[in-house]
């Protein structure tokens, strides 16, 4: 155990590498929801594999003996991991049973929180223990090359750790969602950055404590402040991206510890985030950098309120709208974050199984940034039993809306704005938006007149001939054209 | 195994990554999220090997309280993954 370079048996990294194997099939599953369950076996498998051969292995076993009679120290150490993962494993079951799925985005970060912590604390065991990973020199002192991955990974861990911390309180409502803009604060950020990579740096020649506790507690202050900028509805950005520094973070720490199911796995959970962040910044026509850099719709927001002029609008009752939704023949639904807040995907179901009934076409439309993650929306809309073949994406159904009868705007707003594609001073233009205005009537359900979408702009939709407002809860207003449908 | 492997190993997952992650279907993204991060807690490999070893006491700790958090997110990641993709279900003709 304290040789260092000793290369673990070849059975041991065939089972490394058949995990790895199960977590790209595991995402593979997820190219359809027909094949999707059995890729999440897969990585159950795979996960099981790899823990299994970490404790056959690790398990403490004097050298040479296969099946040595286990001492009364090694089973103690033995009840001691037994005992960490069934508490964790009892309260990571009883929260994924009893999570709401509107809260999937903070449970997401909150879970991310927690690699990025495992991966603080991993790393630091490493440091304090290095004999034990196998990266002791020849000279007596940690190697220069594993230094490098070490600080590496304590410092993304640390970030993903401080910066998901955030995430999840913005997302749960415990802080406020607006966008915290310090002064000079590129500058403070970018600094600590450089501060982070020139300690790394030297922390290859000087592994004093003071080092790895600088770059731990730098990485855990620019997590912080990477994201205490940022708003609300620029989370599914913010959380893609920290699910990818989570997997680059594991994937320093597989280097270090030469495993590779986790290296496999930094590389897929790494891209996979990135993909993910890269999708939802060109679903909002920005890039990756200004979303970083924070403070959106800060400005337009405080002088949009103002100079706004009062144009005539059509408000409609519950009613008037049931009316409407039967006569027709297509309706296309575009729920948003509000559908989500007001928790009204279920009654949102059973009025379109009413519509369907009455013979109405019913389909749903999805933005990409709809919500406050990544396909946020579609899990709702299966969570009220919504086929998933009645919901599409924007690019497969926009160009349906000029033979629609009925866009039903639920939550949502600036997706369905306009000015995205006409206003070039527009804070959202270039932003990909459903082409609602060719439907021909538009219904809106908002709150009231005077909130505005999250980018802080007037959307001309409210104004448009065929658009009748339905200013209410989400929710109580979808009851209520419920009860008119079904009189 | 040398650096330069373990480098290929990485690089090449990568791609892997980028191509496997394109395939999947934007309605699945939340799954996709919460199963890469119940996947990326394969790090507590790392952390048994800190709690099972001997020597510093305090590397133990370490590795016993990352092995627990680990533990949150593989079952707890499973588990929310497993319970979201059962509800996606095809129109009932």
Known sequence: ?487 | MDFISILSIFVLACFVGYYVVWSVTPALHTPLMAVTNAISSVIVVGALVAAAAGGSGISRILGLVAVALASVNIFGGFAVTERMLAMYKKKDK
Not at chain 1, 66 to 78: H, I, S, Y
Not at chain 1, 411 to 416: E, Q, R
């Open chain 1, 1 to 487: 155990m304290t040789v260092a370079h000793a290369l673990p048996p070849a059975w041991v990294m065939l089972a490394y590498l058949i995990a790895g194997v199960c977590f790209i099939l595991a995402l593979r599953g997820l190219s359809s929801p027909a094949t999707s369950r059995k890729g999440n076996r897969y990585g159950i498998a795979g996960m099981g594999m790899a823990l299994a051969t970490t404790m056959l292995i690790e398990a403490p076993v004097p050298p040479g003996a296969f099946f040595p009679a286990p001492t009364p120290d090694d089973l103690r150490t033995l009840a001691e991991i037994l005992v960490a993962v069934g508490i964790g494993g009892a309260v990571g079951l009883v929260i994924a049973r009893r999570i709401q799925m509107t809260d999937m985005p903070q449970l997401v970060a909150a879970f991310h929180s927690l690699v990025g912590l495992a991966a603080v604390l991993v790393g630091w065991a490493a440091y304090l223990n290095p004999a034990a990973f196998g990266i002791l020199g020849a000279d007596g002192a940690i190697e220069p090359q594993s230094r490098i991955e070490m600080g590496l990974g304590i410092a993304i861990g640390a970030i993903t750790f401080s910066g998901s911390v955030i995430a999840f309180l913005k997302l749960a409502g415990k802080m406020s969602g607006a966008p915290i803009l310090l002064p000079a604060r590129h500058v403070i950020n970018l600094g600590t950055l450089a501060a982070i990579l020139l300690l790394v740096a030297f922390f290859t020649q000087n592994e004093a404590l003071w080092v790895i506790a600088t770059i731990t507690a730098l990485s855990f202050a620019i997590g912080f402040l990477l994201i205490i900028p940022i708003g609300g509805a620029d989370m599914p950005v913010v959380v893609s991206m920290l699910n990818s520094y989570s997997g680059w973070a594991a994937a320093a720490m597989g280097f270090t510890l030469h495993n590779t199911a986790m290296i496999i796995t930094g590389a897929l959970v790494g891209s996979s985030g990135a993909i993910l962040s890269y999708i939802m910044c060109k679903a909002m026509n920005r890039s990756f950098i200004s979303v970083i850099a924070g403070g959106f719709g800060v400005e337009a927001g405080a002088g949009g309120g103002a100079a706004r002029e009062q144009r005539p609008w059509k408000r409609g009752s519950a009613e008037d709208a049931a009316f409407i939704l039967e006569q027709a023949e297509n309706v296309i639904i575009i729920p948003g974050y509000g559908m989500a807040v007001a928790q009204a995907q279920h009654v949102l179901r059973e009025m379109g199984d009413l519509l369907k009934k009455a013979g109405v076409n019913v389909k749903y439309a999805i933005h990409p940034v709809a919500g406050r993650m990544p396909g946020h929306m579609n899990v709702l809309l299966a969570e009220a039993n919504v086929p998933y073949d009645e919901v599409f994406e924007l690019e497969d159904i926009n160009g349906e809306f000029a033979q629609a009868d009925v866009a039903f705007i639920i939550g949502a707003n600036d997706v369905v704005n306009p000015a995205a594609k006409t206003d070039k001073a527009s804070p959202i233009y270039g932003m990909p938006v459903f082409d609602v205005d060719r439907a021909k009537s538009v219904m809106f359900i908002k709150r009231s007149m005077g909130g505005v979408g999250y980018a802080g702009v007037d959307n001309d939709v409210f104004y448009m001939d065929q658009t009748m407002m339905l200013l209410a809860d989400a929710k109580k207003m979808v009851e209520d054209i419920n009860k008119a449908l079904a009189h």
